[in-house]
């Protein structure tokens, strides 16, 4: 007899839906927003862009297909696409010119076929999206071979107080809206995020680094995209450092190592080792 689903998946069903939504109206990835400099500006110094040269990876979470066209720019040798959401149709068209260098697979995260022998497994942008992470972490290392790496990019809490006290109201009302008010809203705010843009060149504002380096360079058509991004799915978390270092040694991941980007996120990236097997780690 089947269960009714818990209330976590129900959020987390809820949040694979809304990203199939966005992604199916933002389906194109441009300028420095699909960048190679921008995927060293995520993975580095934790992980060099160059150690995707010649690499079997994996991506949870592959949306649109940004990230799997910016590790193929990087010299990836064959990149697993994953994808649960409606927008894996967009993920193929996107990509089929790509032909066998990537698998488009149409999963989530914790269903991952095992035994990939990947060198790499990424996740950036995802689990903080995931209420109970810890099953696709697990999953990432039975993916893994014995030595291979998991890289993960995490929304982070420290650095992010004057921002959270801003959007998190906001979010309690947007996370409810249809699409198309939260669409108008995320405009508005970008035309006026222009100017903080502009101000955040002369003076120390939060999340100045952030600003200069990265959404800064977007075109404004990403920016919009971008505070869609923060302001629609149902479920978003931001960790602290401690809780991501145990996040991804508790899948069984040795040599955790984070660097927090910009003042505001965490990149976190372990190690399979060869003497531990998924879950072993309690």
Not at 273 to 281: C, E, L
Request: overall charge positive.
């Amino acid at each position: 007899m089947r269960t009714s689903p818990s209330a976590d998946e129900r959020l987390a069903e809820r949040t694979i839906a809304d990203f199939g939504e966005q992604w199916t109206r933002f389906t194109t990835n441009d300028g420095f927003y699909a960048s190679l400099e921008l995927l060293e500006d995520i993975c580095e110094p934790l992980v060099p862009v160059s150690a995707f040269r010649d690499r079997r990876v994996v991506e949870i979470g592959s949306g649109t297909g940004r990230i799997v066209q910016m590790m193929l720019a990087a010299g990836a040798a064959h990149v697993t696409a994953t994808e649960p959401s409606v927008a894996f149709d967009v993920l193929t068209s996107n990509l089929a010119h790509e032909g066998a260098r990537v698998d488009c697979v149409r999963t989530t995260g914790d269903r991952l076929p095992p035994g990939l022998d990947a060198d790499l497994v990424v996740a950036i942008g995802v689990l903080h999206h995931i209420p109970d992470p810890r099953p696709v972490v697990e999953a990432a290392f039975r993916a893994l071979r014995p030595g291979g790496r998991i890289l993960v990019w995490l929304y982070g809490r420290e650095g992010n107080a004057a921002y959270l006290s801003l959007v998190t109201p906001v979010r309690a009302l947007t996370t409810r809206l249809p699409p198309g008010p939260t669409l108008v809203l995320a405009r508005v705010l970008s035309a006026l995020f222009t100017g903080y843009i502009a101000l955040s060149r002369v003076a120390p504002l939060p999340l100045r680094g952030y600003v200069q380096h990265v959404i800064g360079k977007f075109t404004p058509e990403r920016r919009t995209e971008v505070i869609y991004d923060q302001l629609k799915p149902a479920y978003a978390k931001y960790y602290t450092g401690a809780e991501a270092r145990a996040l991804v040694e508790a899948g069984g991941f040795a040599d955790v190592r984070l660097h927090h980007r910009h003042g505001y996120s965490w990149t976190v990236t372990g190690v399979r080792p060869a003497d531990r097997t998924p879950g072993s780690v309690r």
